[in-house]
């Protein structure tokens, strides 16, 4: 159970983008309550509050047989069993009558980090090498 805190702890600060704007004075103008808009159809970014307002999140992730893969329709691996986790911690800490939602969006590898600059995600989900193919 340890490591699903761990792993719910990284997946909320990669969402929050460092909590609320209102708690963070450097950015607490006009401007970070403003989304940015971006030019392709259904990619969108901002802070935590306009996750708050959308009420969903976004997680970008590989397939991997430990980390993400479909089982029957369902979704199973560690991080589908965090994305549930996380979904349970923010419906808890942010009550309202419309609950969050989590979506998984399968992706390749090489494309988390780039999905997330453009606006495809709002967190990614993966594990990087730790060597490289010989």
């Known amino acids: 159970m340890r490591?699903?805190?761990v792993v719910?702890?990284?997946s909320l600060v990669s969402a929050c983008d460092a909590g609320p704007a209102s708690l963070r004075p450097d950015r607490a103008g006009a401007d970070s309550q403003q989304e940015r808009p971006t030019g392709r159809k259904g990619t969108r970014?901002?802070?935590?509050?306009?996750?708050l307002k959308h009420r969903m999140i976004r997680m970008l992730v590989a397939y991997s047989p430990t980390l993400f893969y479909h089982d029957r329709g369902q979704a199973r691996g560690v991080i589908a069993a965090a994305s549930r986790e996380l979904k349970k911690f923010l419906n808890r800490k942010f009550p309202d009558k419309r609950p969050f939602t989590v979506v998984m969006i399968p992706t390749t590898r090489d494309r988390l980090l780039q999905g997330l600059i453009d606006g495809e995600?709002?967190?990614a989900g993966g594990s990087s090498r730790l060597h490289p193919p010989a």
């Open 3 to 5: 490591w699903l805190r």
């Open 8 to 10: 719910r702890a990284v």
């Open 45 to 51: 970014t901002g802070d935590f509050d306009a996750l």
């Open 121 to 123: 995600g709002d967190v």
